[in-house]
């Protein structure tokens, strides 16, 4: 974000499962404006900014911690869903203020074992255990965070800075980070989503939008859960999206 945004504690962010119980949105929503970054030109409308809580049998994974602007909402929503003491690691899907700028007052209110990320840029103050995690670009790694959760890390090719995607294999949720943006009413458009990419007119884009294609269709993908912005619900809904933002990302590219 690139100047002062404003929040909406109430506006249209209705935390939530994603998936029977497993898998919750946590955040809240700003004014989308030409004070965030990611804005595409001539926007103003409201947008969500998420973080999701996967649930596991004595403990649970935060993925991204949220923008401070909401980050008493986020305590509030986590002191709903976890139970006294139970412990907590954190994966960031990037080192960006919007991923990690929450993870001291977590830590402050939470039992938080240990924090997952990737990339070279260290993060923000923890108390927990810092964990780096490297993936080739295109690949995935499994990753058991404990409490009975495995997850398998995605590093996409549709990415600025080193990127993790977060794909629950037990409930089908893939959490996507700064991708799949465009969620919105009443229509979505994936150009919205691709305003920070702009470095994509210059490039030969065929191979990142075959990858998109790839991470969803080889798995059985139930929703998306992008940073911010709606996310997409039901298999065929994920595969159609997953579709349009491939086309798009051809369409953006040089040929």
Request: hydrophobic share 40%; charged share 20%; glycine share 10%.
């Amino acid at each position: 974000m690139t100047g002062p945004a404003t929040v909406s504690r109430s506006g249209s962010f209705t935390p939530g499962a994603l998936a029977d119980g497993r898998v919750h949105r946590l955040g809240g929503t700003i004014e989308l404006d030409a004070n965030v970054s990611w804005c595409p030109d001539g926007i103003r409308k409201n947008q969500d900014i998420n973080c999701y809580l996967i649930k596991g049998q004595d403990g649970s994974v935060l993925v991204d911690t949220g923008v401070r602007l909401h980050q008493e909402n986020i305590l509030a929503q986590l002191d709903e869903l976890l139970q006294p003491g139970e412990p907590l690691s954190i994966v960031l899907t990037r080192t960006e203020m919007e991923c990690c700028l929450n993870i001291p007052a977590i830590e402050a209110r939470c039992s938080v074992e240990a924090v997952w990320y990737t990339g070279g840029i260290t993060v923000p103050r923890s108390a927990a255990k810092a964990n780096r995690i490297a993936v080739d670009p295109g690949t995935a790694l499994e990753l058991d965070v404990g409490y009975g959760i495995v997850l398998e890390l995605i590093s996409p090719l549709l990415r600025l800075l080193p990127t993790l995607w977060v794909h629950d294999p037990a409930s089908g949720v893939l959490l996507t980070s700064d991708a799949f943006t465009h969620g919105s009413e009443p229509e979505a458009d994936p150009r919205d989503g691709l305003r920070k990419f702009e470095w994509f007119t210059e490039a030969d884009t065929h191979q990142i939008a075959d990858h998109v294609l790839q991470v969803v269709r080889e798995r059985t993908v139930t929703a998306i859960g992008p940073g911010y912005g709606t996310p997409f619900s039901g298999i065929q809904e994920c595969a159609d999206q997953a579709g349009e933002l491939a086309r798009v990302l051809r369409e953006v590219g040089v040929r």
